[in-house]
């Protein structure tokens, strides 16, 4: 199995400040079709888990462009521009290269 | 406009089996491959099950092999996990998703296993 780990596991920001959060696989995420198959996620207290990112950069249709995603092979990372306090919550990576399909771990978004 | 609801969580006991449903609109189900996850309490997201639309394959974590299993009825758009010999590890929120690489979510089901 991908063994996908996160970090910080809590990331305290200031309103208004950027933020990042790494996501490193155990091995490549390049499919055989040529694509990367890293995904980002978002769960908010009160709200259905949503999808931020898919196949590393591309932003699902209704998320802000604050949030970016990058990194090709093994190292990922989210970033958020300037963090607001909607986006309180956890974020997860998920590799959707292989099955077993394997999330990281998990990073709690908090403001300072 | 997607929208997954999921139904049948409750409080079972230890061995004990739950049938869990999703009811899908807003896009075409029977051409979607789809998705079960779950989040135990305090813990991080798990991949459970998915059921290809095109092939019928199904696909399982080990933690929930040979115990579960994921099934689809397209003339009712509703996506079902059948859950036996449940565990108190199986106790989580239980989430679908459409697609692969879980595109839309629903909002979850909560699963409770003790006795």
């Known amino acids: 199995d991908i063994m996908m780990t996160q970090s910080p596991l809590s990331l305290p920001v200031t309103l208004g400040q950027p933020a990042s959060i790494s996501c490193r696989s155990s091995q490549s995420l390049l499919h055989s079709d040529g694509n990367t198959y890293l995904n980002w996620f978002q769960l908010r207290p009160g709200h259905s888990p949503r999808r931020l990112i898919y196949k590393v950069s591309n932003r699902d249709s209704g998320v802000p462009d604050r949030f970016s995603g990058s990194g090709s092979g093994t190292d990922f990372t989210l970033k958020i521009s300037r963090v607001e306090a909607e986006d309180v919550g956890l974020y997860y990576c998920m590799q959707g290269t292989q099955w077993p399909r394997t999330f990281g771990g998990g990073t709690k978004v908090e403001i300072k | 406009e997607v929208h997954l609801l999921e139904s049948g969580g409750g409080l079972v006991q230890p061995g004990g089996s739950l049938t869990l449903s999703c009811a899908a609109s807003?896009?075409?189900?029977?051409?979607?491959?789809m998705s079960w996850v779950r989040r135990a309490p305090g813990k991080g997201l798990e991949w459970v099950a998915t059921?290809?639309?095109?092939?019928?394959?199904?696909y399982y974590a080990d933690s929930v092999k040979g115990r579960f299993t994921i099934s689809r009825d397209n003339s009712k758009n509703t996506l079902y996990l059948q859950m036996d010999s449940l565990r108190a590890e199986d106790t989580a929120v239980y989430y679908c998703?459409?697609?692969?690489?879980?595109?839309?979510w629903g909002q979850g089901t909560l699963v409770t296993v003790s006795s």
């Open positions: 998703a459409e697609n692969w690489n879980l595109d839309f």
């Open positions: 059921l290809s639309a095109t092939t019928g394959n199904t």
């Open positions: 807003g896009f075409v189900f029977s051409r979607s491959h």
